[in-house]
């Protein structure tokens, strides 16, 4: 994420430090968040390896990965910032702990929404384009490859610049992420540029915008062309991506701020930016299980099945067992 606090204002210039009721009310939200959507994760995780039609399905496929990427930003990443609000440093105080929360919190979280920004173009092509991917050679190209770059993309960059980056690290435990990413402290700024608007920018604008024009393209189909089965076979890959993206408008104000003070208003929205518009960009970490639940079919039944499962286990395990002797 866009952040990186190593004094008073971080690298972007953003004021990083609050107050402590501050802190613990943002510790009881994110942990009233976490443990609510953990489950609902492992369930909705559960379902997409377990139905087969779920699994099989081409659209769901970066769909699986972003669940699993987002499921380790949501329990390591912030996880990591649950124990930092609570004991102000950071534990375990280790250069291990460290870089492996500078890499998921940039590293994953990045990677997340480039690969959410290849959904938005995928759906795009699979909603008005699907004769693409109507062959395996077209699916290789056009699917399989382009989902292993998005996917692999950011981690792999991060990986190198927090672990091989030629740059001295330099851990302060009391400061968030250790006081790194410490590439940040010698690397030329048309890099920070390219991180901020290819990282982050441009794939945020590109998922609200081409959601945007699904949207009004498979109305003018449906409305206008009349191409109502159309518009029923796709109608819950729309639906679903539109749940997925909504959420990210929670990350807009972190992006006005951001174009704002590049604009030359170096201070505008720091007392909010890194306090509180730096958390409510998980917001769609935390809800993107909840979004999907309601597009699983026979989720239901599934859950149901489950919690019937559980009962009977649990009355096999009180049963009483006869003694028998001799």
């Known amino acids: 994420m866009p952040k990186n606090t190593t004094g008073i204002y971080d690298s972007n210039g953003v004021y990083a430090l ?29 379902q997409y390896l377990y139905q087969k039609e779920l699994r099989k399905a081409i659209q769901n ?94 981690p792999v960059v991060y990986i190198y610049l927090i672990f091989f980056y030629p740059v001295a690290h330099a851990y302060d435990y009391s400061f968030l992420l250790c006081g790194g990413p410490y590439f940040y402290l010698d690397i030329a700024p048309w890099l920070i540029w390219y991180e901020s608007l290819v990282h982050y920018v441009i794939p945020i604008f590109v998922i609200v915008i081409l959601s945007g024009a699904m949207i009004i393209r498979v109305l003018i189909q449906k409305y206008r062309l009349r191409q109502i089965g159309r518009w029923n076979k796709y ?12 959420v990210y408008i929670f990350d807009l104000p972190y992006i006005i701020v951001t174009i704002v003070r590049w604009s030359g208003l170096t201070y505008f929205g720091t007392d909010v930016q890194g306090p509180y518009f730096y958390y409510v960009n998980y917001i769609p970490t935390i809800l993107l299980s909840f979004t999907l639940l309601g597009t699983i079919p026979h989720v239901k039944t599934s859950f149901i099945a489950l919690i019937y499962r559980k009962k009977q286990n649990m009355r096999a395990s009180v049963a009483p067992h006869m003694n028998c002797r001799v």
């Open 18 to 46: 609050d107050s402590p009721l501050s802190k613990r009310i943002k510790f009881w939200l994110i942990i009233i968040c976490e443990t609510s959507s953990i489950p609902c994760y492992l369930f909705v995780i559960y």
């Open 61 to 154: 496929h970066a769909l699986m990965v972003k669940l699993c990427i987002n499921f380790v930003i949501l329990t390591i990443d912030l996880s990591m910032h649950l124990s930092f609000l609570r004991l102000g440093y950071v534990l375990p105080s280790t250069p291990g702990a460290c870089l492996l929360w500078q890499l998921v919190d940039y590293g994953f979280w990045f990677g997340d929404i480039f690969l959410t920004c290849w959904m938005s173009i995928e759906r795009y092509i699979l909603i008005f384009y699907s004769h693409w991917v109507n062959t395996p050679y077209r699916c290789i190209f056009i699917h399989y490859i382009p989902l292993i770059f998005f996917s692999l993309y950011c």
């Open 235 to 246: 109608r819950k890959m729309l639906i679903q991506f539109i749940c997925i993206s909504a």
